[in-house]
């Protein structure tokens, strides 16, 4: 499986982004995940997609970032609104032990 993402820029905080996960294959029926990783920090988990489709969000995007998919399509998103500084990351997806490249996310104040 090859997962890449895309979608990732600058943006002003307040700014909206929308990054996307294509895969090779049909994964994403499977749980799936977007995790993020900041300079000096550790990789956090940001939100998951079950194959039921219910969905799980870190505190920190509660209410902002919205994870989906599309099947058929083989590819899954992250909205992310209203972004903060503190979203600066490099965001990665990953689903049944893949990772994809990263995107880098750059929030400006």
């Known amino acids: 499986v090859q997962l890449a993402e895309s979608g990732g820029g600058t943006v002003q905080a307040g700014g909206s982004l929308r990054l996307s996960c294509a895969a090779s294959g049909s994964v994403f029926r499977l749980t799936a995940a977007w995790y993020r990783q900041a300079p000096g920090k550790q990789r956090e988990l940001v939100a998951t997609?079950?194959?039921?489709?219910?969905?799980t969000y870190a505190d920190s995007v509660q209410g902002r970032f919205t994870i989906s998919r599309n099947n058929a399509a083989n590819t899954m998103y992250l909205q992310m609104n209203i972004l903060k500084p503190e979203d600066t990351a490099v965001y990665y997806c990953?689903?049944?032990?893949?990772w994809g490249q990263g995107t880098q996310v750059t929030v400006s104040s």
């Open positions: 997609i079950a194959s039921g489709g219910s969905t």
């Open positions: 990953y689903v049944a032990g893949h």
